[in-house]
């Protein structure tokens, strides 16, 4: 999969590079201070969509920015 610009969130006092959905993925099964917001589980749906190619990887990406930026993490 095409990577795209890398982002950094802080997640349990440390920082994550996310620059690939997998890596989306792999940042969304890491605790984060809200684990239910709807947010963070429309990212979680909407990266699964992505690796199944039932979505873009833009509209991935910006779920996961929103749930990201929802809890302070970016």
């Known amino acids: 999969m ?12 440390r920082s994550m590079l ?3 959905i997998p890596d989306a993925a792999k940042a969304l099964q890491q605790p984060w201070p809200f684990m239910d917001k709807p947010s963070r589980l429309e990212a979680i749906r909407m990266i699964e969509e992505c690796l199944a190619g039932h979505c873009t990887q833009q509209a991935a990406l910006d779920a996961f920015k929103a749930a990201a930026s929802e809890q302070g993490l970016l």
């Open 2 to 13: 095409p990577a795209f610009i890398p982002i950094t969130i802080y997640l349990n006092d």
């Open 18 to 20: 996310v620059a690939s």
